[in-house]
């Protein structure tokens, strides 16, 4: 089953479809968990939870009334989050993570077989002021502590790893990473209709101006209802369509050429610029290995 308000990001271009048409893949509904003992509690404010989940599984849109980070040991997933008028889609490597506020509508697409960890907090432990999504680095010591926290029974051990954990999630460095999206429903059909295109496809047209004619809207049109309802402008939003779906390719195994390529550079070294800047890291640093 495929939710249409659902753009997967990634997929390779089909030479016989053009971006504005390209049919997205079957998913693969996966149960939310809602065991009665997972959510945090006073006297266990930070939770961890682990599974394995297959290329294309999809956890179905859903919130809670705890905010909670999530992200994969290995492999690669997408995040679409809904709050406001605004979705906002993040693609998250093994080594970041996504913040989800309390009672933000989100869904989750695996893109490459995945470890999934996601770490649930009571409001005890919820850093103030975090209202918003947002993408944190996950230091080594973090990707511990949750590990720890999995099999943890309650005892002072416990105690002292939710307790680090909690002030390692406050400390994270956080990057300004995720493609904003028109909401489906109550955002403007045109814009939204090219950001999608372009999401597929970020390499098909470099300027505005060659995506408007498709959606029947001017080029000014289309750029004022980038500011009005995504807060940026058009060449910022393509760059963070540009480094979500280049991470799937990098994942893939994809040569950094390739991946330059399919993301409408020309230049190797511009493109790795570019996506050391935005990530911190070189691109080489998120390809997949042989054997892996």
Aim: hydrophobic share 40%; aromatic share 6%.
């Amino acid at each position: 089953m495929y939710d249409k308000k659902t753009i997967i990001i990634g997929n390779p271009p089909n030479p016989m479809h053009s971006p504005m048409k390209r049919k997205a893949p079957l998913l693969t509904p996966v149960r939310f968990d809602d065991s009665v003992n997972r959510p945090p509690s006073p006297q266990r404010p930070v939770r961890s939870r682990a599974r394995s989940l297959a290329m294309d599984a999809h956890i179905e849109p859903h919130q809670h009334p705890w905010a909670q980070f999530t992200y994969c040991a290995s492999g690669l997933m997408q995040v679409m989050v809904t709050q406001g008028c605004r979705q906002t889609t993040f693609i998250v490597p093994s080594t970041r993570a996504v913040w989800i506020p309390p009672n933000v509508q989100h869904n989750v697409v695996v893109l490459e077989a995945a470890e999934l960890r996601t770490v649930d907090l009571h409001p005890s432990v919820t850093p103030p002021g975090w209202l918003d999504c947002r993408v944190l680095v996950v230091s080594k010591l973090l990707r511990e502590l949750v590990h720890a926290l999995e099999d943890s029974q309650p005892g002072p051990r416990d105690d002292a790893i939710m307790a680090l954990t909690a002030d390692e999630v406050q400390r994270a460095t956080t990057q300004a990473l995720g493609v904003p999206m028109p909401h489906p429903e109550h955002g403007d059909k045109r814009l939204r209709a090219l950001c999608e295109a372009v999401l597929r496809d970020p390499a098909a047209r470099p300027l505005l101006r060659d995506w408007v004619a498709e959606v029947g809207a001017s080029e000014r049109t289309v750029a004022r209802l980038f500011r009005d309802q995504l807060g940026t402008n058009f060449q910022q939003w393509r760059q963070q369509a540009i480094l979500a779906h280049a991470l799937p390719l990098l994942a893939r195994g994809q040569s950094i050429s390739q991946v330059a390529a399919a993301s409408g550079y020309t230049s190797d070294s511009a493109f790795s610029a570019m996506f050391k800047l935005a990530m911190g890291k070189a691109p080489s640093h998120f390809q997949a290995r042989p054997g892996h």
